[in-house]
């Protein structure tokens, strides 16, 4: 924790008076007595400079600012999560549900939606979107980072498509790493378990000159396969990955600031996949491979002016994804964005943007999945101005904005909002808002082909001699899901010890995806010859969605701290009367209407630390899985000068549970079980 | 079932780890800001004001946060009876701008990186020391900027701002500190 270089002059008495001071402010960080706040006058700026200081969370200081549901993960989050991947980390999150499917697939959305496929959710990675136009929603299975850089990760629930455009329906992650200079340090982290086998980070931070730093990292893990609950056996769901990276950033004179970033990553995982056939038995069953590759390149500049700041951003984004059996896809982004910031009068703040992204996807097809063309660019154009306004003293602030798109499948999009944030007093605001969101169609909407089963001939379903399959297809008339949002929250700091939030939301949908039944025909290849009955992608659902959520952060004691949250979501969601959507309503039936969170973490003496994670998920009648508790906890211990320790156990109290299951593409889910964990990082000064 | 064992977990984990530690106490503060407040409070024991500066020998020297104040009451206590040159410290919170000119020392918080041009306009020439939080404060014309660098506070000086407020810094400051500059030309032309 605390580093003190040899002193430089002085006597004894004095290196001693230093020492005990600084002591003392440790002891205070640690949450000593506020009474006796240690005398920091008596030290001196060398003194000062070499204390090591605990960095005030974010956390107060966005709440107080935004109006929108926002939940900033800080990096001492993560740290006491013992979270291993984004998706763990990101369980802490009211209002966000987080459900595993197997070792390697998971479904994660905000307000409802859920599935590996969910589509209304934004999530960027250092202002990078890894939202893949495939099915307008991410593969968690590439995206990671080194937990250990992450500076913090931003969740807004709740629309920001004015911000972040279409596609940022239900909320936007915004995962944020440190700048280079605050990574300065080596460091080497390795850890094993039951279900992570082993990982292993390295990661080396240095500086060219004053003005010029960098780091780079380099990180691998290797998840085991678990048992898939309907046979017994291996469900082959193993998973390993290897990636590196690095963050150059460069402050030359004045008021430019430049970053350039990076990062390569391949892996490999497996699964249990069950696909249709056209001949007896009509289905197999059988361990299946994939692989991930890819890489981006990211340069950020922003230069501030005098009363106006811009920024300039563009990154080159390359992904290849291989699903042996179904499916393989290459996807290169390009994506140049321009802000421009400035004050318009006093009380006014206007900002202002650019942005261009061009998509290429090239694909290859199976029997189970094919995808129409096989090679396409997507050209999207989108432009953004929003005013902030400030009244009486700035304790009124007006938001309104809007974005404008255009893209190649529904042309022009209008997503605008408002927003009005009231500071009552120093500790308590109130905001509301009111937004238009979309979400523009993806790929697979407008040209997939999934056979999905076979219903075999001779069946009372299918009297027919020929097999028929059960097909879902994408349409070209497929448009735009439409979202009108009304939200509205309080926050307070009762005390310097306790602060609350609370938001609630109204959501009305309309134009949701459907599959409606098409008129069933003959195909001869390949053969045998069948029949295909087609579910076809249309625009006939709609309804509302409301719901709140609570937060509470207590400091019961200053060693002591309680982290709770509670979620409610109720869903409405119906099919208009002219579908024929063979499947029930309300797909709110696999989003828990109840969700709560409890995380204690305590400082215990002599630098060890415990916490203690309780979660509660309501039961999903939509997939057939009953609530469950999950208790994690984790063990610390931070000697200084030396290792951190770290031991640990996940969902401690059952021995396993289903969070989810697959949808679309037929695979085993696996359940999640009782797992131990050790890790160990060394900081290098 | 379930719950119960839970509650009983939670309760044995609570009861072990709080033998040691009964006493309530406020304060969830991060050091980072009492650090920063014994930096001000050196910063103020180094630099020179020009004498006509103080109406009187024993004036205090008045210390304006601007913007949302980031140190709770860990300024005021750290700074409650210290004396610089026989001088008391008075600690305001400022509502506008328009506050600054009272001030010795200005504080502006990271919430004001949208209004800084204005802020460092107003007190231009001013004998006012501008203590930044924020990334190229004082290479957009604050004096003094404080930075963290691997979770330690570290600070840049702008010596040429700091003359022409007619400051001056002593050289045991300027040792320690970071120079910087401002860019010659553009940047600069406010409004």
């Known amino acids: ?685 | 079932m379930r719950p119960l064992r839970l509650l009983i977990t939670i309760a044995i984990v609570i009861s072990l780890s709080f033998g040691f530690e009964a006493q309530a106490q406020d304060s969830s503060v991060s050091s980072e800001y009492l650090i920063k407040a014994g930096f001000i409070y050196n910063f103020a024991n180094l630099v020179q004001w020009p004498s006509n500066t103080f109406a009187q020998p024993n004036s205090p020297i008045v210390i304006g946060i601007l913007g949302e104040d980031p140190f709770g009451t860990i300024l005021d206590r750290v700074l409650e009876g210290k004396k610089v040159n026989g001088r008391v410290f008075l600690v305001k919170r400022l509502k506008s701008a328009l506050d600054l000119k009272e001030c010795h020392i200005v504080f502006v918080s990271s919430s004001e990186m949208a209004h800084l041009a204005e802020a460092i306009h107003l007190v231009k020439g001013m004998p006012i020391l501008t203590i930044g939080e924020i990334p190229g404060f004082a290479k957009r014309g604050g004096i003094i900027n404080l930075v963290l660098e691997d979770n330690k506070v570290h600070f840049e000086v702008n010596v040429e701002a700091a003359k022409e407020a007619d400051l001056n810094i002593s050289s045991r400051l300027l040792a320690l500190a970071r120079i910087v500059q401002e860019p010659a030309a553009d940047g600069r032309k406010t409004e």
């Open chain 1, 1 to 685: 924790m605390l580093t003190i270089h040899q002193p430089k002059a002085g006597s004894a008495s004095q290196t001693i008076r230093a020492l005990l001071l600084i002591a003392q402010v440790l002891f205070f960080a640690a949450g000593a007595s506020a009474q006796n706040l240690p005398d920091v006058t008596a030290m001196s700026v060398e003194d000062l400079m070499n204390v090591q200081v605990t960095s005030v969370s974010k956390r107060s200081q966005k709440l107080a600012d935004a109006a929108a549901a926002i939940f900033v993960i800080t990096q001492e989050d993560i740290r006491r999560s013992g979270a291993t991947s984004i998706p763990e980390a990101l369980r802490m999150v009211p209002g966000l549900q987080v459900a595993r499917i197997d070792e390697n697939k998971w479904a994660i959305t905000s307000r409802g939606f859920n599935g590996r496929f969910a589509n209304k959710l934004l999530v960027l990675i250092d202002g990078r979107s890894v939202y893949t136009p495939l099915f307008s929603g991410v593969y968690w299975n590439i995206q990671d980072v080194m937990l250990e850089d992450v500076d913090r990760i931003e969740v807004i629930r709740g629309p920001g498509a004015t911000l972040w455009g279409a596609n940022a329906v239900n909320g936007v992650i915004n995962i944020i790493t440190k700048p280079a200079q605050s990574t300065q340090s080596a460091l080497a982290a390795a850890g094993g378990g039951t279900e992570t086998l082993g990982s292993g980070s390295v990661r080396y931070g240095g500086r060219v000159n004053k003005s010029t730093y960098y780091r780079a990292y380099a990180k691998y893990f290797n998840v085991a396969e678990s048992i898939d609950p309907s046979t017994g056996r291996s469900a082959y769901d193993n998973w390993d990955a290897v990636r590196g990276g690095f963050r150059t950033d460069w402050t030359p004179a004045g008021a430019d600031s430049l970053t350039l970033q990076g990062d390569i990553h391949r892996s490999g995982y497996g699964e249990t996949l069950n696909v249709p056939s056209l001949d007896a038995p009509y289905a197999s069953t059988f361990p299946n491979k994939g692989s991930l590759s890819g890489g981006n390149l990211l340069g950020r500049w922003n230069h501030a002016f005098a009363n106006s700041s811009t920024s300039l951003q563009m990154y080159y984004d390359q992904t290849n994804i291989t699903e042996d059996s179904l499916f393989t896809d290459h996807e290169h982004i390009f994506d140049i964005d321009f802000q421009h910031t400035f004050h318009a009068s006093g009380s006014q703040e206007v900002v202002w943007g650019l942005g261009y992204r061009s998509s290429h996807d090239a694909n290859d097809s199976s029997f189970t999945v094919s995808l129409q063309p096989s090679q396409l660019t997507l050209n999207l154009f989108s432009a953004f101005a929003q005013d902030e306004i400030s009244l009486l003293d700035k304790r009124l602030r007006i938001t309104v904005g809007s974005k404008f798109e255009h893209n190649g499948f529904t042309g022009f999009e209008v997503e605008p909002n408002t927003r009005l944030l009231w500071t009552i007093t120093r500790n308590q605001s109130v905001w509301t808002a009111v937004s238009r969101a979309v979400r523009t169609p993806a790929l697979t909407e407008e040209g997939l082909r999934l056979n999905s089963a076979t219903i075999p001939p001779g069946t009372p379903q299918n009297p027919t001699p020929f097999p028929t399959l059960l097909s879902v297809f994408g349409s070209r008339q497929f448009k735009s899901e439409d979202l009108l949002a009304y939200e509205a929250g309080y926050r307070m700091q009762v005390t310097s010890n306790f602060s609350a939030d609370i938001a609630v939301f109204y959501n009305h949908y309309t134009h949701l995806r459907s599959a409606e039944p098409g008129t069933p025909f003959v195909e001869t290849s390949p053969t045998p010859v069948h029949i295909v009955a087609p579910f076809v992608a249309e625009n006939k659902m709609g309804g509302g969605t409301y719901g709140t959520e609570l937060f509470a952060d207590w400091r019961v004691l200053p060693k002591w701290r309680l982290l709770s949250s509670y979620s409610y979501l109720q869903m409405d969601i119906r099919k208009d009367l002219s579908s024929l959507d063979p499947s029930a309503d309300n797909p709110g039936l696999v989003s828990p209407r109840h969700q709560f969170y409890v995380r204690s973490s305590i400082d215990l003496p002599k630098h060890f630390e415990h916490d203690l994670d309780v979660r509660y998920t309501d039961r999903l009648p939509g997939v057939n899985i009953p609530s469950y508790y999950s208790v994690d906890t984790r063990f610390g211990w931070r000697p200084r000068g030396g290792p951190e320790f770290s031991v640990g156990s996940q969902n401690l109290l059952n021995r396993r549970h289903l969070e989810f299951l697959p949808d679309f593409i037929n695979t085993s889910p696996t359940e999640v079980k009782r797992t131990f964990y050790g890790s160990v990082t060394w900081r290098f000064e």
